[in-house]
């Protein structure tokens, strides 16, 4: 396989387990409700904030949605766009050494990519994904780098998201798309969940010309390419005899033909004297279908713009993405119970499309943005979710979207049916709207009702936990575990040194928990109202005494041993901390 070489990537290749443990601090005053709803907001360097978060959420994000930067060169930009931030800059500088400061723009932008792209796959259920967005700018660095990291085979598509209507006459040819590259941790594991057809597609794809009693229908094939039935089919009306196309054999039997002539089911043609399809009707087909990998209808680049400054008031932040662009991954890579990860917060617009889609269906996902800047983390990524938890002020339209048929010549066929439509939707909405009409957009012929909102936006329930990362890491230079690290905040490293996973339990005793047949303890901190150091966090045979019992074996993290060969007896396996705490 090809492997993308650049200077520095030496220096970065390990980089991420050079990266210090520091630990979450919670500030209480730019949190929102609920501190242990699971949802945070972390404001730091995600290099740290992504290595602090691992022992608890190693293996348990179901889908990660970044939008790094772009690496466009184009130093106005509010954020760290090409990767010219002091923050970045001192990073570079310690660790590729005298390289980084000579390095080319798209040496930074990979070196700075790497070691957060290692450790966000560490993140991911083995049924995750991983959506990032990018312009053409690095899109063919970030192919090769997610093929090394991910591996090529777990590549699932590169989405094409329209941002704009035009391009504004920008270049030879003006682009007016991004790209949302996809991988899962595991593809054979991947279940992406099928989205609800659109209205626009039933209706351009099902007709009921011959007004048949079981509704609009379509056709389609009635051979195959794999092995299968060949006989003749012999048109009960013309006498026509058919055989199946070369190469293609019928898809059912001939009794099985036969019957679905007589029901209507397999007809020859809409002329009645073409080849036999099958006849299929909408009532009995799934009303679901796989996404494409072509996304012009989940708003664009000037939508975000709009749904922030409605919330925040003016132009805060450049490209916030539409938060209906990213609630349309969640609708198809998560469930009601996922967690979802955002390591470049930006506005927050992750967090507000998590907020829509629990509040649509009903769930319960989890929310965990990362924004390395202080002033946008406080005054705009947190502000923005608190504003939407909680109903912003707003006065103005909101519009709706009812029904939409793109402006074919199909559709100009039956535009009395359409307006029909359009009229009974009128009715039907006339209640939830104040205007209901008609429009085109985007070359499409929509119904949109308005209603006018005189105060507030609906509160989308909610809470989150505003964090910032500790100076000091948990260990100290010397190796040392840091005094002021609580148990639980240990518990959790331990928990991931011993198994790889993140930690869920409860932290409240000294048994951590059973994880593939043995059962992890930590003795640490007093956790037996023993504060002394030659007391609570030495394994003796007194402690050994009141230890929650396993039959089992026992992994047993401590300062000390004192059990000495009682221990091979008791089926211990002795860990003294901090030694045995590397990852
Ligand atoms: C393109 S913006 C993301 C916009 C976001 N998707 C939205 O819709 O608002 C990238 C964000 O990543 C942040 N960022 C850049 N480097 C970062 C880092 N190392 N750690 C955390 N955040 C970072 C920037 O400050 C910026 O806010």
């Not at 310690?94 to 790497?114: F, Q």
């Not at 504004?168 to 790209?179: E, L, S, T």
């Not at 240990?490 to 040194?497: D, G, I, K, R, T």
Request: glycine fraction near 8%.
């Amino acid at each position: 396989m090809p492997t993308l070489n650049w200077i520095g990537k030496e220096a970065v290749e390990k980089h991420h387990k050079d990266v210090p443990y520091r630990l979450l601090e919670p500030v209480v005053e730019l949190s929102c409700g609920e501190e242990q709803s699971g949802n945070l907001i972390v404001q730091g360097d995600n290099l740290h904030a992504l290595k602090a978060l691992l022992p608890r959420y190693a293996g348990k994000v179901k889908c990660i949605y970044i939008d790094p930067p772009y690496n466009t060169g184009n130093e106005k930009w509010a954020y760290n766009d090409n990767v010219n931030s002091p923050e970045i800059r001192k990073w570079l500088g310690e660790t590729v050494g005298k390289e980084g400061e000579t390095l080319d723009r798209h040496d930074r932008w990979l070196c700075m990519m790497y070691p957060r792209l290692i450790l966000l796959k560490q993140f991911l259920t083995d049924d995750g994904v991983i959506f990032i967005s990018i312009d053409d700018n690095e899109l063919h660095n970030l192919r090769l780098l997610m093929n090394e990291i991910f591996e090529e085979r777990n590549f699932i598509a590169n989405i094409i998201w329209k941002k704009k209507t035009n391009g504004n006459n920008v270049g030879h040819i003006p682009a007016v798309h991004d790209y949302i590259v996809t991988y899962a941790k595991n593809e054979s594991s991947l279940k992406l969940f099928e989205v609800q057809q659109s209205d626009e597609y039933i209706k351009s794809s099902y007709s009921n010309p011959d007004n048949d009693s079981r509704g609009p229908w379509t056709t389609s094939d009635l051979s195959a390419n794999h092995k299968g039935p060949y006989f003749e089919i012999t048109n009960p009306v013309t006498g026509e005899k058919f055989f199946p196309p070369k190469g293609r054999y019928w898809v059912f039997n001939e009794d099985e033909v036969n019957k679905r002539i007589q029901e209507g089911r397999i007809i020859f043609g809409k002329s009645g004297t073409a080849r036999p399809v099958q006849r299929v009707f909408l009532f009995e087909r799934e009303t679901t279908q796989k996404v494409d990998t072509w996304f012009d209808k989940q708003g664009y680049n000037a939508d975000g713009m709009k749904t922030l400054s409605d919330i925040l008031g003016g132009k805060v932040f450049d490209h916030p993405k539409p938060p209906n662009l990213i609630k349309f991954l969640l609708n198809f890579a998560t469930d009601k119970n996922s967690i979802v990860m955002d390591s470049f917060a930006g506005s927050g617009a992750t967090a507000h499309a998590v907020l829509q889609k629990n509040e649509e269906d009903g769930g319960n996902r989890k929310f965990i943005l990362i924004e390395l800047d202080e002033n946008n983390a406080k005054n705009i990524t947190s502000k923005r979710v608190r504003k939407v938890i909680h109903g912003y002020d707003f006065k103005g339209k909101l519009k709706k979207t009812l029904s939409s048929h793109k402006l074919n010549f199909q559709a100009l066929k039956k535009a009395n049916t359409i307006l029909e439509d359009f009229e009974k939707l009128k009715a039907q909405y006339s209640q939830e709207f104040n205007k209901i009409k008609s429009e085109v957009n985007d070359g499409c012929l929509q119904l949109v009702g308005e209603v006018e909102v005189e105060q507030k936006m609906p509160p989308l329930p909610g809470d989150f936990l505003y964090c910032t990362l500790s100076v000091d890491p948990l260990f100290e230079a010397n190796g040392h575990i840091r005094s002021n690290v609580s148990f639980s905040e240990l518990a959790e490293f331990v928990w991931f040194c011993e198994t790889g996973t993140g930690y869920t339990g409860k932290a409240d005793s000294p048994l951590l928990g059973i994880y593939e047949g043995r059962a992890i303890y930590l003795l640490y901190n007093g956790i037996l109202k023993d504060l002394t150091e030659q007391g609570g966090n030495i394994l003796t045979k007194q402690v050994f005494d009141v230890l929650p019992k396993f039959e089992g074996v026992k992994v047993i993290y401590a300062a000390a041993n004192r059990l000495g060969g009682n221990a091979k007896r008791e089926n211990i396996v002795f860990k003294q901390t901090p030694y045995a705490l590397e990852v």
